[in-house]
């Protein structure tokens, strides 16, 4: 098997935690006590240290630089038969908005979407807007309302699900839905600010219901999972001494698709992986 064929790239707005995670699951994945390990030399580790080393101090990392895009390949391995690359492009989350607002996929991304055998899409179900959409907004509500002033906003899940749509078709993947290739994870980060009792996936239809029917329309069956890749909010000035005293390393957690809470930050890595046949 190709080590295209087996790629899984990240895929994430500012600001949803793609360093932080990143971070955390190096440190797993070096220990390789978790489902994967480290299988080779990863590359341009640098960001993830940085962040690593901030983690150590019980700080939170800082925001990546937009221009920042260092493709940091992981070589990851069940220890059995599933082998894999994670593609961590830790870029500044803005280029997604930007593919967004412009409806434009740069080359650089052109090329990451159609090497990709899977992409894992990180969602901060904290950051998106629950306003009214054109959708959910009672008419009666706009009688008055001056229509010149009002700024008109396309709704979170609409903006979403259309970054999807371009990555799809930049991808080629323009065949008989649902897709087969490219496979699709879906993150739920910093699953601590939810507070959810319910699984990720009726998490996901509670809070962005036009997104989750788009998903399961086009992919046979999309992981959805949860993530509290830090555990609890740490601020980027005062230190967390319980996170100094027991290492970073000792917090963090992954809600499977049952619910089901874990430690082991390399699952949704390992359950798309297992996919990739
Ligand atoms: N509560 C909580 N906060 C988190 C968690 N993971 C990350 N954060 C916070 O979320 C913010 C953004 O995290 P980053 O990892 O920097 O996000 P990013 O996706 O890399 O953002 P850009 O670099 O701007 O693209 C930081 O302030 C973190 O402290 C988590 O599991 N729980
Ligand atoms: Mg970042």
Same mark, same amino acid.
């Given at each position: 098997?190709?080590?295209?064929?087996?790629?899984?790239?990240?895929?994430?707005?500012?600001?949803? =935690?793609?360093?932080?995670?990143?971070?955390?699951?190096?440190?797993?994945?070096?220990? =390789?006590?978790?489902?994967?390990?480290?299988?080779?030399?990863?590359?341009?580790?640098?960001? +993830? *240290?940085?962040?690593?080393?901030?983690?150590?101090?019980?700080?939170?990392?800082?925001?990546?630089?937009?221009?920042?895009?260092?493709?940091?390949?992981?070589?990851?391995?069940?220890? @059995?038969? /599933?082998?894999?690359?994670?593609?961590?492009?830790?870029?500044?989350? *803005?280029?997604? %908005?930007?593919?967004?607002?412009?409806? %434009?996929?740069?080359?650089?991304? =052109?090329?990451?979407?159609?090497?990709?055998?899977?992409?894992?899409?990180?969602?901060?179900?904290?950051?998106? %807007?629950? *306003?009214?959409?054109?959708?959910?907004?009672?008419?009666?509500?706009?009688?008055?309302?001056?229509? *010149?002033?009002?700024?008109?906003?396309?709704?979170?899940?609409?903006?979403?699900?259309?970054?999807?749509?371009?990555?799809?078709?930049?991808? @080629?993947?323009? @065949?008989? %839905?649902?897709?087969?290739?490219? /496979?699709?994870?879906?993150?739920?980060?910093?699953?601590?600010?939810?507070?959810?009792?319910?699984?990720?996936?009726?998490?996901?239809?509670?809070?962005?219901?036009?997104?989750?029917? +788009?998903? /399961?329309?086009?992919?046979?069956?999309?992981?959805?999972?949860?993530?509290?890749?830090?555990?609890?909010?740490?601020?980027?000035?005062?230190?967390?001494?319980?996170?100094?005293?027991? @290492?970073?390393? /000792? +917090?963090?957690?992954?809600?499977?698709?049952? =619910?089901?809470?874990?430690?082991?930050?390399?699952?949704?890595?390992?359950?798309?992986?297992?996919?990739?046949?």
């Amino acid at each position: 098997m190709s080590a295209a064929s087996t790629s899984i790239l990240l895929v994430g707005e500012s600001g949803v =935690g793609k360093t932080h995670y990143g971070a955390q699951l190096l440190k797993r994945l070096m220990k =390789g006590d978790g489902r994967l390990r480290m299988n080779g030399a990863a590359t341009n580790l640098e960001p +993830f *240290e940085a962040a690593l080393e901030s983690l150590n101090e019980g700080k939170a990392a800082g925001h990546t630089a937009t221009s920042t895009y260092i493709d940091s390949v992981w070589p990851v391995s069940d220890g @059995g038969d /599933h082998r894999g690359e994670m593609v961590w492009p830790d870029y500044g989350g *803005e280029q997604i %908005r930007n593919i967004i607002a412009a409806r %434009r996929v740069p080359n650089s991304w =052109g090329t990451r979407v159609r090497e990709a055998a899977a992409w894992l899409l990180m969602i901060r179900l904290q950051q998106t %807007r629950l *306003e009214d959409d054109i959708f959910s907004r009672p008419l009666a509500d706009l009688r008055g309302s001056s229509i *010149e002033n009002r700024e008109v906003q396309v709704s979170d899940q609409a903006r979403l699900i259309e970054l999807l749509q371009m990555l799809t078709f930049s991808s @080629g993947a323009t @065949g008989q %839905r649902p897709l087969k290739r490219p /496979h699709l994870g879906i993150l739920l980060t910093c699953w601590d600010e939810l507070s959810s009792e319910e699984t990720p996936s009726e998490t996901l239809r509670a809070r962005l219901p036009m997104l989750w029917a +788009f998903v /399961h329309s086009s992919w046979r069956s999309p992981s959805i999972l949860g993530l509290s890749a830090l555990e609890r909010p740490l601020s980027p000035r005062d230190r967390d001494m319980e996170y100094v005293s027991q @290492g970073p390393e /000792h +917090f963090g957690y992954v809600v499977e698709p049952d =619910g089901s809470k874990s430690p082991d930050l390399t699952i949704p890595i390992q359950l798309l992986l297992s996919t990739l046949r």
